[in-house]
């Protein structure tokens, strides 16, 4: 694992999705969990960083696509962990509905990922308390329906999935992935909003200098500001 900042870190080597392990005072929290077959690969770097996997005690749902609940199943088979999400991407995450698509254009074909129970519903303005000192639920639909994004007022620090992308500099997610890319523009804003000191991604390296500047310019850009 790779320290972000102390208590943050990100597993590396994944081949696609960033999954975020933040150490809290119960345990460990994990925030998305890659493409299916990475689940012996997280494990052992949290191993390698002195815990256990039982010692992850909630998986995070920033938004229910393959790259990002792929190995969802397993982790939580493997740890006994809670699984949080939102109320529009929980049948996904378990399995009962496909993978949400935009409504005409090129898309991907139709995809069911293998079920797993979520724990918990959040919705926008809820605080998971337990997490890096209390996450703040934001809800930040477009790339998918019940997009979120997790945000810790305190440190500044924001994990806000596939908002925005940051590979090759900062741009908006895929539009051939995004169910509404309106919607995912005044979600940019949103986050733009928030004035943070590191921003987590879910593709691309966290932005940990001039981020707030580097964020609202990149809104701009793209009309979301």
């Not at 529009?88 to 993978?99: N, T």
């Not at 810790?152 to 051939?176: A, S």
């Not at 987590?200 to 500001?225: Q, R, W």
Request: aromatic share 8%.
């Amino acid at each position: 694992m790779k320290q972000i900042i102390p208590d943050l870190y990100y597993i590396t080597g994944l081949p696609v999705g960033r999954v975020y392990c933040i150490k809290d005072a119960d345990g460990l929290t994990l925030i998305d969990s890659s493409i299916s077959g990475m689940t012996g690969r997280i494990q052992s770097q949290i191993e390698s960083a002195g815990f256990s996997i039982t010692d992850v005690k909630r998986l995070l749902v920033t938004h229910a696509h393959p790259d990002h609940i792929g190995s969802l199943f397993e982790l939580q088979r493997r740890s006994g962990a809670q699984v949080i999400t939102s109320e529009q991407d929980r049948a996904v995450v378990e399995g009962k509905s496909p993978v949400a698509r935009r409504a005409a254009g090129f898309r991907p074909p139709q995809t069911y990922i293998k079920g797993t129970s979520v724990t918990r519903v959040v919705h926008e303005g809820d605080v998971i308390s337990e997490a890096f000192g209390g996450l703040h639920v934001l809800f930040t639909p477009g790339h998918s329906p019940g997009h979120l994004t997790f945000w810790q007022p305190q440190k500044r620090v924001g994990f806000c999935g596939d908002v925005i992308f940051h590979m090759f500099g900062l741009r908006p997610p895929f539009g051939f992935l995004t169910v509404d890319a309106a919607q995912n523009k005044r979600s940019i804003a949103k986050v733009a909003a928030l004035d943070a000191r590191i921003m987590c991604f879910g593709h691309g390296d966290p932005l940990t200098e001039n981020t707030s500047s580097k964020i609202s310019a990149f809104a701009h850009s793209v009309g979301a500001a």
